[in-house]
Structure formats: structure tokens, C-alpha cells
């Protein structure tokens, strides 16, 4: 299947930095990313949705200022945790698709600890 | 690495029942998951099974887990058209978490 490259896998930084998680897609051109979050011991949780070139759509609840994401290219996606504190430590995985109806494919995921 | 894998297509008739199967390699998995994908959206969250379950039913849904084999299953009762989307089925052992690469369910009327 087609391959997502996410970038950096575990990161630990400090309170107040940001962090940039990059999400490729070797293969083929993804219209669309998904940014997911996941909780410890609890499922995903979609933080927005990406169309190349436009703006991300947040879900409810997800602070655009705070998950800033870019899209900028086919095969690129950014999700950048801006001022990053303790409880944004998380799994954050991205998926890419080339289009409706077609499959997703995931990343390998980012382990943030923010200390 | 971990792997997580699934047949890519199912195809069922309406009213039928609609079995998605799903294997994995991680011993250690703590939950497991099924996911909804529809033309696209993100990723619906169905149902979850935690790993010292041996099934779990929610309305039309049945997972069935056999932990021995690294097997899991969900049956859809009854299928309907607006159950046509592609499934995913991910493990995780609260390190991370990995998916297999979705099985695509047509109902055919």
C-alpha cells in the first residue's frame, strides 16, 4: 500500500516551545490529511481535516491557534504545537488520502512529551 | 515492527450479515478498534474491545477477539446500504497505536 512518513516518531520538549510534526506522503498525492490525537488509553480523537492549499478545518473544542496546521504541498502537511504545555503530551498520528472515497493511510505517529 | 493487517474488499447484499476480519501481531495490545471512514470524512469511531474480552456487542455490531490467534472480527447484522464505507481496524498497547490499511465494504441492494 501506499506509504505515510511521519516525522519526528518522539519528541520531548520544553514548556513553551513549539513542536513541528511533519506528515509526508511518499507515494502518492494526498488532497486530504487528518490530524488525530489520541488520549492515554482512549481512542482517536480527529483534531482537524486538511484540503492541499486551503484552509484546515477544525473539529469543536480544537484550538486553531494552539494546532496550527499547514498544508502547503500534495505530499506535505505540518501540525505545529504552538507554546506547548504538559497536557499536550499526546500521540499524534496523521492519515492521507488522494481523494473522496479513497483509502487512508496512516503515519507512524508522534509520541509528544512536553516537560 | 508491529503489524495490523485486513483484507481490502468485502461485498454483501443488503440484509445480509457482513463479517470484516482483522489480524495483528502485538502481544502486548491493550484496546482494540473499530473505524468507520466515510466518502471523505475522518475517521468514526464504532466500537472497542478491551484485550481480556472475548466479544462485545453493541446493536448490530459483534466483535469477536480471539487473543490466542491475534484475531479480531466484526459482524454487521442486517447491513445496509448506508453501511457501504471503508473499515479500519487499529491496536494499540498505550505506547501507539497502528492500524490496519481498511477494508472497503459494498452493499449491493
Known amino acids: 500500500g501506499a506509504v505515510v512518513s511521519q516525522h519526528p516518531s518522539w519528541v520531548i520538549c520544553k514548556s513553551g516551545t513549539s513542536v513541528k510534526i511533519e506528515c509526508r506522503s511518499l507515494?502518492?498525492?494526498?488532497?486530504?490529511m487528518f490530524w488525530y490525537r489520541q488520549f492515554p488509553k482512549q481512542s482517536l480523537m480527529l483534531m482537524a481535516t486538511?484540503?492541499?492549499?486551503?484552509?484546515?478545518?477544525?473539529e469543536q473544542g480544537v484550538e486553531k491557534d494552539k494546532f496550527l496546521i499547514n498544508h502547503a504541498s500534495l505530499t506535505l502537511s505540518t501540525l505545529t504545537v504552538t507554546s506547548a504545555h504538559p497536557e499536550d503530551s499526546s500521540f499524534y498520528i496523521c492519515?492521507?488520502?488522494?481523494?473522496?472515497?479513497?483509502?487512508?493511510?496512516f503515519g507512524q505517529g508522534t509520541r509528544l512529551t512536553v516537560v | 515492527g508491529e503489524d495490523v493487517e485486513q483484507s481490502l474488499f468485502l461485498s454483501v447484499r443488503e440484509g445480509d450479515s457482513s463479517v470484516i476480519n482483522c489480524t495483528y501481531t502485538?502481544?502486548?495490545?491493550?484496546?482494540l478498534y473499530w473505524y468507520k471512514q466515510e466518502p471523505g470524512a475522518g475517521l468514526q469511531l464504532l466500537t472497542y474491545?478491551?484485550?481480556?474480552?472475548d466479544m462485545k456487542q453493541d446493536q448490530r455490531l459483534t466483535v469477536l477477539l480471539n487473543k490466542k490467534d491475534k484475531h479480531l472480527s466484526l459482524r454487521i447484522a442486517d447491513t445496509q446500504t448506508g453501511d457501504s464505507a471503508i473499515y479500519f481496524c487499529?491496536?494499540?498497547?498505550?505506547?501507539?497505536?497502528?492500524f490496519g490499511a481498511g477494508t472497503r465494504l459494498t452493499v449491493k441492494p
Open positions: 502485538d502481544s502486548s495490545s491493550t484496546y
Open positions: 492519515s492521507a488520502t488522494q481523494g473522496i472515497d479513497t483509502e487512508a493511510f
Open positions: 507515494d502518492f498525492q494526498a488532497t486530504t
Open positions: 474491545i478491551f484485550s481480556n474480552m
Open positions: 487499529a491496536e494499540t498497547n498505550n505506547n501507539d497505536m497502528r
Open positions: 486538511s484540503n492541499e492549499g486551503s484552509k484546515a478545518t477544525y
